[in-house]
C-alpha cells in the first residue's frame, strides 16, 4: 500500500515539477507572473488530440505536435499582449492582469470551439494493461511518463547550464539591460523563453491528459493553483525549488488523499502556499531580498 | 409616475439590484488595486459573505442589520490571515495567495452538508431593498472619495507612485495594505450578502475564478484614479451583458477581452498606476 502511494506520488509529483519548472522560467526571465500559462496545457493537450484524431499521428508525434503548437502560440501571445507592456515599462501588476484577461478569453474560446465535455484519448495509444512489478501495480504511460520527465529536467538542466543560449538566458534574467549592452539578443531570448515554458507547460498537459486519460478546455486551472503553490515555495524564479516543491507537493497530496481524505487533497496546494508564505516568503533555497530605497 | 417606476423596478428588480451590488464589489477592488496591491479573492469573500449571511437568516434568523455586520467581519478576518503575510511583499504576493481561495471554498461548500453542499442554499428570504443596497453605496462611495481627498488618499498615492519612497517618507505602508485588504474584503462580503438576499439562492460554484476576473474588469475598466471609475465600470458590464443577449456564450470573452485591450492600449491612464497630478 504505502509503495504503491510512493510511485502514484513521483508521478503526479514529477508531473507537477515539469509544469512549475516552466513556471518559475517565465517568471525568472521576464519577470511577468503569466496566467496564460496554465491555457497551454490545455491547448498542448487538445493539439495533441486533434493530431491523433485527425492526422492520425502516434503517441510521440502527437505529443511533439502538441508541444510544438503550445510553445508557438505562446510566442504569438506573448509578443500581443506581453511585449508592448514590457516596452511601455508597465507595472509588473499591469502585466499579471493582461495575462488573466488573456486567459479567460483563451479558455473560453477554446470552451466555444471544442465544447465543455471531456475528450478521451484512443486506447489503443495507451498501451497494454497495467503490470504488475513486486508490490506495485504500474500503468505503462506512468512509466512513460517518469522517464519523459526525468529526460527533460536532465535536457533543461543541461540547456541553462553549458548552452549560449541558456547562458543568454541567465544572463537577461539577472540583468537585462546589461545582457542586452553584452550583445545579447533580448528579443529572441524572450521568444525562446516563451516557446520552452509553453512547451514544457503543454508536456505536462499531454502527461497529465494521458494519465488520467482527460482533455478539456478548463484543465489548466487546477494545474495553475498547484503552480502557485509550487513557485512560491521553491522561490519566484528558482528552478532548483520548483523541482524539489514540485515532487513534494505530489507526495503531500497522494498521501493526504490516501490516508486522510480525498476531499481534503484539493485544500493541499493552497494550504502549502500560504504556509510557505508566512513561513518562508522567499521561498525553500531562498535569500531575504527586497527593494530598498 | 410612480406607478411607471414601480413597474420599471420590478421588471428589471435583479438587474437593478445587481448594479448596486456589482458597484460595491468595484469599490472593493478599488480598495487594494490604489494602493498598487491585486487582490483576486474578491469573489471568494463576496462568497463567505453570502454563505454568512444566508446560515444566520436561515439557521437562527438574525435581524438583517446583524447579518450584514456579520457578513462582512467573517471575511475580514480570512483576509488577515491569507493577505498578512504578503503585506511586506510586493503586489504579485497578494494576488497568488489570493487565486486560490475561491477554488478551495468552492470544494468546501460543495462537501460540507450544512452549507447545502453541491445544491446551494436556497429559499434565503428577500431583505434586500432598493434603499438598503443603494444607501449602503452612497455610503461607502462618499467614505471612498472622503479618504481620496485627505491625508490617506495621498498617502495611498505615494504607495502607489513608490512604496520604498512613501516608506521613507514615514507611511506605514504594511498598515495602508492590510488596511485596504480588510476593508476590501468586508465590502466583498456585504454586497455577497446582499446579493444572496434578493437572489434567494446561492451556490458553490457562484464564487470561483471567472467571477472574481469579472470583478477586477470593474474596476480595469472604470479605472482606480477616482472612487466614481469602478462604480461606472460595474454599472457598464453588468447592464451590457442583459443588452446583448444574442451574444451571451461570448460573455466571458468579452470581458477578458476588456481586461487585455484596456491595460494595452491605457495601461497607465485607465490603471492609474501613475497618476500625474495636475496643479498643486
Known sequence: ?293 | MMATLDDLLWSYQSLIYGLGTNAILGLSMYAVLQLGQLSLGQAAFMGIGAYTGALLTLRLGLPFPLVLAAAAMVPALAALVIGGPTMKLSGVHLAIATIGLGEVLRVAYINTDAMGGALGLSGIPEKSTFAIIFGLLAVILAGFILASRSKIGRACEAIREDEAAARVMGIDVSAYKMTALVISAALAGLAGALNAHFSSFIGPNEFAFEAAVSILSFAILGGVTTPFGPVLGAFVLTALPELLRPFHDFRLVFNGLIIVLVVIFLPRGILGFRIRRTGG
Open chain 1, 1 to 293: 500500500m504505502l509503495a504503491q502511494q510512493l510511485f502514484n506520488a513521483l508521478v503526479l509529483g514529477s508531473v507537477h515539477a515539469l509544469f512549475a519548472l516552466g513556471f518559475t522560467l517565465t517568471f525568472g526571465v521576464l519577470r511577468v507572473i503569466n496566467l496564460l500559462y496554465g491555457f497551454y496545457v490545455a491547448a498542448g493537450a487538445f493539439a495533441a488530440l486533434v493530431a491523433v484524431q485527425s492526422l492520425g499521428l502516434g503517441l510521440w508525434a502527437a505529443g511533439a505536435f502538441g508541444v510544438v503548437v503550445a510553445g508557438l502560440v505562446a510566442v504569438v501571445c506573448d509578443f500581443l499582449v506581453l511585449t508592448p507592456l514590457r516596452r511601455a515599462k508597465a507595472p509588473e501588476l499591469s502585466s499579471l492582469i493582461v495575462t488573466l484577461g488573456g486567459v479567460l478569453l483563451m479558455n473560453s474560446l477554446m470552451q466555444i470551439v471544442f465544447g465543455a465535455e471531456v475528450r478521451r484519448f484512443p486506447a489503443r495509444l495507451l498501451g497494454q494493461d497495467a503490470v504488475t512489478i513486486g508490490p506495485l501495480v504500474v500503468a505503462p504511460i506512468q512509466l512513460v511518463i517518469i522517464a519523459t520527465v526525468f529526460v527533460l529536467v536532465a535536457l533543461l538542466f543541461w540547456f541553462m547550464e553549458r548552452t549560449r543560449l541558456g547562458t543568454a538566458i541567465r544572463a537577461v534574467a539577472e540583468r537585462p539591460d546589461t545582457a542586452a549592452l553584452m550583445g545579447v539578443n533580448v528579443g529572441l531570448v524572450v521568444a525562446g523563453v516563451s516557446f520552452l515554458s509553453a512547451a514544457l507547460s503543454a508536456t505536462a498537459g499531454i502527461l497529465i491528459g494521458l494519465n488520467f486519460n482527460a482533455v478539456h478546455p478548463y484543465m489548466g486551472e487546477p494545474m495553475m493553483l498547484r503552480g502557485f503553490a509550487i513557485i512560491i515555495i521553491g522561490g519566484l524564479g528558482d528552478i532548483r525549488g520548483a523541482l524539489v516543491a514540485g515532487l513534494a507537493l505530489g507526495f503531500l497530496e497522494v498521501m493526504t488523499a490516501g490516508y486522510v481524505s480525498s476531499n481534503l487533497k484539493e485544500a493541499v496546494a493552497f494550504t502549502a502556499l500560504i504556509l510557505g508564505l508566512w513561513l518562508r516568503p522567499n521561498g525553500l533555497f531562498g535569500r531575504a531580498s527586497g527593494k530598498r530605497a
